[in-house]
């Protein structure tokens, strides 16, 4: 995989929101900033009070006074420039999503896509090379090598799209049970079909994070959901401290890790850990391309 820039890891996630997309991509930025030991990008790409990844890395959002204007989805939009992230630490960049509304993000979002669809100089692809060229001058815009994603599930279908065709790995998060597993098909069947198609990666590696995995006496992880096209599948166990922390603290739960008591932290712990060193070998993959 060639690189002219940073490598882009992608979290995405499954239905109808809840999978807890943000719970984990906050907690792999945090480890992965650790492991890399140089500036790392994240933007979130949550909208109004889908910001979680923001909250949970300490950037507000819990009310409209605490709202960086000129976020990502002014920027996308055309209606700012390239938007100034955020210092969360010295080694980790946050750009938040931005001021708009659902409602207004989707009607700007309509009225693009109008406007492009409406020109057949530009092509039917016109829309799409729009949101490709501004998602690569934001990526490069950050000054990292990696650039981590929060796109929760329901975000707008064309920059789900565009999100998925400049990512290097993506991450698919979905709940463990027998009820999720059509969710998943379809996340893993769209991002395939994003991926085969002329500007997709199609060396993107797929990864399925099963997100509050169940142990149910003592008879194993749950394992409904489907592998196969996938490179590496990792289930993060239920914790209960891990939900307070997150729901309570409204931080990352890695940074608690020195108070941490119960047997199901440490086994979700340590395959968080695994999951950001696979994460990290396929980063490094990415440079070496």
Excluded at 35 to 44: E, S
Excluded at 65 to 70: L, P, R
Excluded at 122 to 135: M, R, S, T
């Amino acid at each position: 995989m060639p690189r002219n820039g940073p490598v882009v890891v992608l979290f995405l996630g499954t239905g109808k929101g809840g999978a807890g997309v943000s719970t984990v991509t906050a907690n792999v930025a945090v480890l992965l900033m650790r492991r890399a030991n140089q500036p790392i990008g994240v933007i979130d790409a949550g909208i109004g009070s889908n910001a979680t990844l923001s909250k949970l890395l300490g950037a507000g959002y819990t009310n409209p006074s605490q709202c960086a204007s000129g976020g990502l989805y002014e920027y996308l939009l055309g209606l700012t420039g390239l938007p100034q992230p955020m210092n969360i630490t010295n080694n980790l960049k946050l750009v938040p999503p931005g001021c708009l509304n659902p409602y207004a993000v989707h009607w700007h979002l309509s009225v693009l896509s109008a406007k492009y669809a409406g020109d057949p100089a530009k092509g039917p692809d016109a829309f799409a090379d729009y949101l490709l060229g501004k998602l690569g001058k934001l990526y490069a815009g950050l000054g990292s090598r990696v650039v981590i994603i929060d796109v929760p599930s329901n975000i707008h279908r064309p920059l789900s799209w565009a999100f998925i065709a400049s990512a290097d790995v993506i991450n698919i998060v979905a709940l463990d049970g027998s009820t999720h597993v059509g969710e998943a098909q379809e996340t893993i069947d769209v991002v395939s079909q994003v991926l085969n198609e002329p500007r997709g990666n199609r060396h993107a590696r797929v990864n399925l994070i099963v997100n509050r995995a169940l142990d149910i006496r003592g008879g194993g992880l749950l394992a409904h959901l489907p592998t196969a096209g996938l490179h590496n599948v990792y289930r993060l166990p239920d914790s209960r401290e891990v939900r307070v922390w997150t729901d309570e603290c409204r931080r990352p739960a890695v940074l608690f890790s020195r108070y941490a008591r119960g047997e199901d932290y440490r086994q979700w712990l340590q395959e968080l850990e695994r999951l950001v060193r696979g994460v990290w070998d396929e980063v490094s993959e990415a440079f070496r391309g």
